[in-house]
């Protein structure tokens, strides 16, 4: 069965879905069944993912994971001959199979544009929102010499590239000159000279025809619209889907086992990123708000954002918690990852710390104090992690736009930052560190202490890392990604309402009064201080904040602001430690401060903090 036939099924047919997600070290299968009417995901497994020699087959790491779930199950998937087994028949198979890949490295990528702020930018977009890592970009005005560029494209080894600029029907020359410096660097596939390298051209239309000419029949041209047609506009779809249709038809295609597993697939395989990306897109589109996702991970850690219906994604390359935790501590410096730390710690031990955990990148803290500083490190990650997403996802550069009066005293908002935490109404966790933390109360506070939600953020993590298979069974039936995404995916931890304004110690930062079935609360927030309030899964509270002057829940500086808190595993936090979050600058009052804060929210509970 193709992917065309699995888009005809009648989706109520569906009954039984089987999706994997193919890692770079884990391939994690997943079965969802419809029961009594509603879509549940009910087993999972895992195995060995197996790119790699001995068994140089992704299939058969596909194989053990589906074998697992099927043992679980008590289903047969895979028959005699190593196959899935479709459709479903009492109790064996499967109705439909999906999946995502991030095996091998996942999806490389160079971007190439004529303006680094506008095409090049636009590219990159395009190419984060894929799915892919950007391994550079090369740019007209990158300060680089011709040669110097050349000599970088001839030594990286992406699956593709993707080359844009200019405007359509604007000048021609600029465009043409950046592919006459790609075609005689002669850029290398990373699978090796047995195919073409890819290149997705999606820049000035009029210049197709030259662009076309500057590339002899080593490569293989695509050519798509314009990423920025005008300057006021970014068209990244097309773009968007000729990364995947090469990534399937090219890069996949070339990696052991792939042909094999497409066969299979009754989808087109995503990049495990780009299914992420998906899932909370729909997800904000269905529920008409704004959301961002992060996956932090050992290498990398992913940021996707969606505010008022744009898409962003980006990969900080070198902010993981195991193979780049050194960069973390470079990039932070050791002080900004100690003020989260409120235990006495040996500096020398700590770097013993940081260079075993790059060595040994699956071992898990096995003493609190292991535990205390490897959360710190994630707050720093995740924290640098979104300063770069804010810098990126921005409004488009090189657009002039009508001022009032008003914004003649303001700075330049071209280019500004689309991200803004008081309009944000739901942020995700998922990776090791925040999703298999000890404490749910651990993962609430490392989100609350790295992103400084404001106003009110309810605060969710990915149960078991099912966004990547949802996001392309979101593709297929919809309203069952959506289903399982509700019910399954996302655990809830709670509500967070803090709000914006500058930290003064001992000032009175608002008023608050909570009303639900089982909570009747009124008091005052002084700044520095945090409240954690027991608020079940199932609850709703109306919570109403009264501010002091200089403060701002997202009516006003001082507005009185009424909200419905959903509650969670954790429950209601309120936060008035102000925004940006600040700590004193005295050692005694921020251990006093950071003491307080980890007592309230029972962070790290007994043995009794008897070490500051």
């Known amino acids: 069965m193709n992917s065309t036939t699995a888009k005809q099924l009648d989706p109520d047919q569906i009954n039984v879905i089987l999706a994997t997600d193919c890692g770079s070290t884990t391939t994690k299968a997943i079965l969802i069944e419809k029961i009594n009417g509603e879509y549940r995901q009910t087993f999972r497994g895992e195995a060995p993912t197996t790119v790699e020699e001995p068994a140089a087959d992704v299939t058969v790491g596909v194989v053990n994971a589906v074998t697992e779930v099927g ?55 395009a190419a984060l929102g894929a799915g892919a890592i950007v391994m550079d970009m090369i740019c007209s005005n990158d300060k680089r010499l011709p040669h110097e560029q050349i000599q970088r494209i001839r030594e990286l080894r992406p699956d593709m590239i993707l080359l844009a600029g200019g405007t359509d029907g604007g000048t021609l020359k600029h465009v043409v000159e950046l592919a006459e410096l790609i075609a005689p660097a002669k850029p290398q596939p990373r699978f090796g000279g047995s195919y073409k390298m890819p290149i997705i051209y999606a820049g000035n239309q009029e210049a197709a025809k030259l662009v076309e000419e500057a590339f002899d029949d080593d490569v ?60 909370l897109q729909t997800i904000a589109e269905q529920q008409n708000i704004n959301a961002l996702g992060v996956d932090i991970g050992g290498a990398t850690t992913d940021v996707f954002s969606v505010f008022d219906g744009t898409f962003n994604r980006t990969v900080s390359a070198n902010l993981g918690m195991s193979y780049s935790i ?34 040994r990148p699956t071992t898990i803290p096995q003493t609190r104090e292991a535990l205390v500083f490897e959360q710190a490190v994630a707050r720093e990650a995740l924290r640098l992690a979104y300063i770069q997403h804010k810098e990126f996802a921005t409004t488009l550069k090189g657009v002039q736009q009508q001022r009032t009066v008003g914004d003649t005293f303001s700075q330049n908002s071209s280019g500004a930052s689309i991200v803004d935490n008081m309009k944000l109404n739901l942020l995700v966790a998922s990776g090791g560190v925040l999703s298999h933390a000890p404490s749910m109360n651990q993962t609430a506070g490392m989100m609350i202490d790295a992103f400084e939600p404001e106003g009110m953020t309810v605060l969710a993590k990915d149960s078991i890392f099912m966004m990547p298979h949802l996001g392309v069974l979101a593709q297929v039936h919809p309203r069952a990604a959506l289903e399982v995404f509700e019910r399954d995916c996302l655990i809830y931890l709670g509500t967070c309402i803090a709000p914006r304004g500058l930290y003064r110690a001992g000032k009175s930062c608002f008023r608050y009064h909570i009303r639900s079935h089982s909570l009747k609360e009124s008091g005052e927030m002084l700044c520095g201080e945090m409240k954690l309030f027991p608020l079940d899964e199932d609850e709703q509270a109306t919570v109403t904040v009264e501010p002091g002057r200089g403060y701002d829940f997202g009516a006003g500086s001082g507005k009185r602001k009424e909200f419905q808190a959903r509650g969670g595993k954790v429950g209601l936090i309120l936060d008035a430690r102000g925004r940006p979050l600040v700590v004193p600058t005295s050692e005694k009052d921020h251990l006093t401060e950071l003491n307080s804060w980890i007592e309230e929210l029972q962070l790290y509970p007994e043995p009794a903090l008897t070490e500051v």
Request: hydrophobic residues 45%.
């Open 220 to 279: 293989k041209l695509m050519t798509v619209a314009n990423v920025r047609p005008v300057l006021e506009m970014e068209n990244l779809a097309p773009a968007r889907d000729a990364i995947h249709d090469l990534f399937l038809e090219h890069v996949m295609a070339h990696a052991p086992g792939y042909n094999k597993l497409i066969s299979w697939a009754d989808a087109p395989i995503m990049p495990t990123p780009g299914a992420v990306g998906n899932i």
């Open 71 to 125: 043992e679980l199950a008590g289903r047969k998937l895979i028959d005699d001959n190593g196959e899935i087994i479709r459709p479903a028949q009492g109790d064996t198979g499967c109705d439909i199979y999906i999946s995502t890949s991030s095996a091998g490295g996942g999806l490389q990528m160079m971007v190439a544009g004529v303006v680094r702020e506008m095409s090049a930018a636009s590219a990159k977009r």
């Open 326 to 359: 050194s960069n973390v501590c470079a990039s932070a410096t050791l002080p900004m990852i100690l003020r989260w730390v409120h235990l006495d710690m040996d500096p020398r031990e700590l770097r013993n710390h940081i260079k075993n955990k790059m060595i």
